[in-house]
């Protein structure tokens, strides 16, 4: 019973999945799926067909067959042989250029698919390795999985042949298809059996798949290019490598090993039934009861019998290898996102921010990274977070952007709960400038206009941008001006830039966005102190009237802030002016004297050098 359940499972799940692979070829394009399809039926009842015109012919040329005009039949059978043949080569030919037109029409479809899938994600599923697999795992299947729709058609023209085949065997002796059959069954049981524990393994094995691209990425990545070498780490990356490699190859190796001597051992009895239907037809031309032109029809056929039925065992298999790996394609859709974008409300304006009572853990793990923040900030104040590293300035930069929503508490705008508000246009009102922002191998240009990317960025309008964030050196080296890329990854006269100059280019995006509230976390740890103060001077004119949020480990910034907030471990444990916090003398007071004392240390060592 439990049996019966468990193949009906796999019927059905092997039905869904050949439907969703049919239903994305047909998304991918409707006409090479028609024109397949009808090649996928045409082409087999040619096969046959030439088969019974090659019988005709050889017992014509024997004997067997008499007719009144020999010379006219026997070129009409000719003629016949060749406009099958030219249709089945020809169809070939074009069969093979659909497939390849179609196969890359689908394999762009399914990359979209895989990216769209991503962008939607949760941030949470990034710091989930189950999901980072599933989602390495679509992504590198998506090549083999533009194969379905050829195997489906596979499937669909080895079935009509051997239909087709069986039916004529039938007729001549209804055990030949019967023991042909049975004779087959045993590679293709194998072969589906193999498949499904390679795909097991290449599951198992993502992880370390995963862990050997890492390192050869490493090698190969610019980022880690000058510590490679300075660690001189070349030969450590290439062992950790090959010792991934060895471990995966070892486990591939032992079932395929197995899988070839099930191949050898069972491949070998469809070849005994054939040579037995041959010795038996070979017996009865000898009696006179068969023909030469039988035999050629029939070993034609058992040659066209065997190669369908392998056909379709290689389809029926490649199919339930994607299924499985249709099944992983779908199943990365299935991952529940927990930040829901019900809101209906459009956020004009970012007037207020209130925090009533927030705490928040990260997924999966179980330590409050905030406690009870309770706190409302407004657009007429310039609020600075500061605290430790770890404290949770930025988490609490991620919870007001809804990246994640918190477990305990609500966040307010304009005194309305934030998940009330469309998701899109909560964020659109929000200028942000993250920690760990990157550059785009884009042109300079494209890296600050992608902050906004449906208003049009003018030249002029970039410039400005540039000059407002006193940026306009980051030009200085570039042949061409805006237009110029970022990097020579993918251009030679691409434009590199100083770890400064890469901070002032994404605080110059930030700025392109022109929103109504601003949020900077840390932007200005690789400035130089010129650099700094002039942006810094210039925020002050950027920010007016707009609610304002920064960290900054450098408190000498901190002048700019209205209101200081401290956070230590996830809580708060001062607010008010810096006037207030370095009179109350606790933990902003200790922080702002351990960097005056530095600098009062640097500046007395600097004079008994000089
Ligand atoms: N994705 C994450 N998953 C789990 N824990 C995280 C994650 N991101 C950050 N944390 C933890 O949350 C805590 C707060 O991190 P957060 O980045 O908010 O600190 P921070 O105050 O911004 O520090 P810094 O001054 O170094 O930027 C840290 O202990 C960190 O380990
Ligand atoms: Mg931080």
New binding site residues.
Partial sequence: MIKIKAIRNHVIEYMGALFYCMKLSWNASKYYTTFRIICGIVLPVLGIANAFLGKYLINLLTGVFIVQDKNIVFLSLMAGIFIIGFLQRGGGSLEQYMQSMHDNILNEKLSIMIMDCSVKADLEHF?NTVYYDKLQAAARDSFSMVHIMWNALLFLSASISFIGIFAVLWLANPFFGILLTIAAIPSTAMSMKYTKSIYRLSMEQLKNERRKGYFQGIALDKRFAQDVRLFNIGGFLKEKHYSLWKEVFGEQRKVARKRTAAAILWECLPEIVSMAIGISIGFKIFNGTSTVGDYSLYTGLIVQFLSSFSRLSLSFTNIYDNKLRIINLKSIFEFENHVLDHGKLELEKVDTIEFQHVSFA??N?NKW?LEDLSFCLSKDEKTAFV??????????IKLILRMYDPKIGTIKINGIDLKEYRLESLRANFSVYF?EMGNYCLSLSENITISDIKRKGEGNLVLNVLKENCSEDILEKAPKGLSSSLTRIFDEDGVELSGGQHQKLALARTIYRRNTALIL??PSSNLDPKAEHDIFENLKTITDGKLTIF?S?RLSNISLADRIIV?EK?KIVEDGNQRQLLKNNKQYAELYRYQQEKFRMDEEDGGIMC
Avoid: A
Wanted: no cysteine; aromatic share 4%.
């Fill in positions: 710091d990260y997924p793990t990274v605290g430790i590293n770890g404290s949770g300035k930025t988490t609490l920690q976390d840390e960290t480990h956070l996830g």
